[in-house]
C-alpha cells in the first residue's frame, strides 16, 4: 500500500508537523508484523536536517478493542509507564506524542525508533552481537531494578496481581479450556502449596521482560519495548520470566533468556538497587511462567478448533508438551538439577 | 489391508513436496506457512509411528493408577480431579514414573529436537 493511499498517512503527517521539531511530512509508513492488540506502524518525520525514525503504536483501527486482553493497559497508560521508566534510568524509546482525539487517527502513541534486534535467533548467533551477550544478563538485572523501584505512587491507575491472584486467574483459563492435562494440574497444586506470602512488597512489574520485547544492538541492551501488561505484583516475576525455557531458545544452560546466567542477572539487580534475590520466590514464578506459556497454548489450540484455521495456531497448541517437559524438571527431577 | 504406499509414506512424500518443491518457490509470508505445515505432518507422522504403542501403555498405567478402568479421556479427567485434590502426589508410587513417560512420549510426537526434551531424556538416562 503506498504511504497516499493508506487513511492513516495524511493525519500522521500533520501529527509530525505538530509535534516534532523541524518536520514538514512522513515517509516510509509500513505496518510492521507482531502486536496482535496492537497495531505498530514505523514511519520517519522529514526534516530539513534528515529523517526522524518513529513508530506509532496504536489500537487496532485506531479504536480500543473490546476483545483486548483484560490484563492490557490502555494505550495512554502504556505511554505515561514508559515515561515514568524513562525518567527512572530504564532505557526506553522516548514518547513522542500521545493521539488525541483531534488528531483524528484514534487512539495511540509516537515513539521513537531505535536501531538493533529483537529476533532471539540473531541476537544468540550473529556474530554482531558476540560482544553484547556476555553482557546481557547484567544489564537486564541492572534494568529490572530501577523498573521496580520507581515510587508507586506516581504510577497511573494499575492492576495489582499477587503470585496467588495470578495461579488463579490462569487456572481458571485452564478449566475453561476443558481438555486434560495431569502435568498442569501438578503444577497448579504445587503453585498452590507454595506461593509466596502476600506479606511479599509488591512494586512496578514489566510483566513481559523477555527476549522479543528487548531492543539489543552490539554495545547491548539499548530498549526496554512492549509495557501493555506491565502491573503491581512481586517484583521476581521479572527475574524469572525471561529465565523459562521457551526463552532459551535451545541455549538450555544458559538460563537467562539463552545468552546468560542467573549469578549475573541477580547480581545486576541486586547492584541496581532491587532486593536480595529470594530463589525460591524466583523458582515459583519460573514454574507459573512455563505453566502460563503452556496454558497460552492451550488457548492456541482451542482458537484452532472454534475455526481460526491457521496451520501456525494448530501446531502452537502442539506446543504445550513442551511446557509439560520443563514443568517436569522443575518439579518432578529426574536427576538433583535444577 | 489397504494397498501401498502406507499412510506414513504418504505423509512422507506430501511432506517432501512440499519442503523440496514448492517452499523454495514460494516468498515472504507464504513460505513461512509452507514450513509450518510441512512441521505440522512430521508431527502426523511420527503420531503414526509412536502413538498407538504409546497410548497403549498410558491407558494401562492409567487404569492401574487409579484402579479401573475407563477410555484415554475419562482416565486423564480423573487422574487431573485426585492430583487438584492432593489424592495423588508424586509420593504416590507410580504417579511421577506415568507422567515422565507419557510426557517424553507427547513430545517425542511433538517436537523431539526441543532442548528441555533433549536434556530430560539424559538426565533420565536414554539421552544419545
Known amino acids: 500500500m503506498g504511504a497516499e493511499a493508506n ?132 544489564q537486564c538485572g541492572e534494568v529490572i531494578a530501577r523498573l521496580h523501584k520507581i515510587d508507586k505512587a506516581t504510577l497511573p491507575q494499575l492492576r495489582v496481581a499477587t503470585g496467588k491472584d495470578e495461579v488463579e486467574q490462569y487456572f481458571q483459563t485452564y478449566k475453561q479450556l476443558d481438555y486434560p492435562h495431569p502435568v498442569f494440574e501438578l503444577a497448579f497444586r504445587w503453585l498452590r502449596d507454595n506461593a509466596p506470602p502476600d506479606t511479599a512488597e509488591l512494586t512496578l512489574v514489566h510483566g513481559d521482560f523477555r527476549n522479543g520485547n528487548l531492543m539489543i544492538g552490539p554495545d547491548g541492551l539499548r530498549a526496554v519495548l512492549d509495557w501493555e501488561i506491565a502491573h503491581v505484583g512481586d517484583p521476581m516475576a521479572d527475574l524469572s520470566w525471561i529465565c523459562i525455557n521457551p526463552w532459551r531458545f535451545g541455549n538450555i544452560d544458559m538460563p537467562v533468556g539463552g545468552f546468560g546466567t542467573r549469578e549475573d542477572l541477580f547480581e545486576g539487580y541486586e547492584a541496581g538497587g532491587g532486593d536480595k534475590v529470594d530463589p525460591a ?21 482451542s482458537a484452532f478448533l472454534q475455526g481460526d484455521r491457521s496451520v501456525e495456531r494448530a501446531t502452537i497448541g502442539r506446543r504445550s508438551s513442551e511446557t509439560e517437559v520443563d514443568l517436569m524438571r522443575l518439579l518432578a527431577p529426574l536427576k538433583g538439577t535444577e | ?90 509420593d504416590t508410587p507410580g504417579l511421577k514414573d506415568h507422567l515422565w513417560e507419557t510426557t517424553l512420549t507427547k513430545v517425542a510426537i511433538d517436537q523431539p529436537k526441543y532442548s528441555g526434551y533433549r536434556r530430560a531424556l539424559e538426565e533420565s538416562g536414554q539421552g544419545k
Open chain 1, 7 to 138: 487513511p492513516i498517512a495524511a493525519p500522521l503527517a500533520e501529527v509530525a508537523r505538530k509535534h516534532i521539531d523541524g518536520a514538514t511530512g512522513i515517509a516510509g509508513l509500513k505496518r510492521l508484523s507482531g502486536g496482535a492488540s496492537q497495531e505498530i506502524w514505523s514511519f520517519d518525520a522529514t526534516t530539513s536536517d534528515g529523517a526522524v525514525p518513529l513508530i506509532l503504536r496504536r489500537a487496532p483501527g485506531g479504536v480500543r478493542d473490546t476483545g483486548r486482553s483484560g490484563t492490557a493497559v490502555a494505550l495512554e497508560t502504556e505511554a505515561e509507564l514508559i515515561r515514568l521508566a524513562g525518567a527512572a534510568g530504564v532505557p526506553v524509546p522516548p514518547v513522542r506524542h500521545v493521539l488525541t482525539e483531534e488528531d483524528g487517527i484514534g487512539q495511540g502513541f509516537v515513539m521513537d525508533r531505535i536501531p538493533g534486534e529483537t529476533l532471539a535467533r540473531k541476537i544468540l548467533r550473529d556474530e554482531e552481537f558476540a560482544e553484547a551477550r556476555p553482557k546481557l544478563a547484567r
Open chain 1, 281 to 301: 520466590r524466583v523458582k515459583f514464578w519460573e514454574v507459573l511462567g512455563t505453566l502460563k506459556w503452556g496454558v497460552m497454548c492451550m488457548g492456541m489450540a
Open chain 2, 1 to 90: 489391508m489397504q494397498d501401498q504406499p502406507s499412510a506414513i509414506e504418504l505423509v512422507e512424500a506430501v511432506t517432501e513436496f512440499i519442503r523440496n518443491h514448492a517452499m523454495p518457490q514460494l516468498q515472504g509470508h507464504a513460505a513461512f506457512h509452507a514450513r509450518v505445515a510441512a512441521n505440522a505432518l512430521d508431527i502426523v507422522k511420527r503420531e503414526m509411528e509412536i502413538g498407538p504403542e504409546a497410548a497403549a501403555g498410558e491407558l494401562a498405567r492409567l487404569r492401574a493408577l487409579l484402579a479401573r478402568d475407563g477410555t484415554m479421556e475419562e482416565l486423564n479427567r480423573e487422574l487431573c480431579v485426585r492430583i487438584e485434590k492432593g489424592e495423588l502426589t508424586l
